[in-house]
């Protein structure tokens, strides 16, 4: 009886649909293997993305591990030789050529600040630029990088003309 049954099933569907039939045991099987980590990997991605929700976002002045400058850290004008001399030896220190550098005294602005802008055209490589502008952004938190400009003779060549415009901010000397 069972074997005429599965005689009479198997004439009936035909090889087609007894194959379909086994691949849909199958992957019912393997859904059924798999929803345990399927559900622990949708925990992991949930859990990572209320972390990432919940950390605070870094601001510009997380970088340097400190907050927006006040009136307080702002150096006096009293500082400003000291400053210059800084920017000398950071241009050294990452390698560079400086012949010459012009430096003009701003009005005060705002009635309290001193801006001091610096010209300073530099000979050398541009990794010692990058490591030159970047070591007197993070010594000098007063100081801004207003243009910077870079040339080469020729594709070739090894050596480039840099010219870094920086500007100062002091505050003013009360009597």
Excluded at 65 to 85: F, H, T
Excluded at 93 to 121: K, N, Q
Excluded at 147 to 166: D, I, P, W
Aim: charged share 20%.
């Amino acid at each position: 009886m069972k074997r005429t049954l599965v005689i009479a099933w198997h004439r009936h569907l035909g090889r087609p649909a007894w194959v379909a039939l086994l691949l849909l045991v199958c992957a019912a099987l393997l859904q059924w293997q798999l929803r345990p980590l399927l559900q622990r990997d949708a925990l992991r991605l949930e859990a990572r993305r209320i972390a990432l929700t919940s950390a605070p976002v870094p601001s510009a002045f997380d970088a340097g591990a400190r907050g927006p400058l006040s009136a307080a850290d702002i150096p006096s004008a009293r500082q400003r030789g000291r400053d210059l001399e800084r920017l000398v030896a950071a241009a050294q220190r990452a390698g560079l050529g400086l012949e010459r550098a012009d430096y003009s005294l701003g009005a005060a602005t705002a009635g309290a600040l001193t801006r001091v802008e610096a010209t300073l055209p530099l000979t050398g490589s541009y990794a010692g630029v990058r490591r030159f502008v970047a070591e007197v952004l993070n010594e000098l938190p007063h100081a801004a990088l207003e243009s910077l400009q870079l040339e080469r003779a020729n594709a070739q060549a090894k050596e480039l003309q840099a010219t870094a415009r920086l500007v100062l901010f002091y505050s003013e000397e009360t009597p």
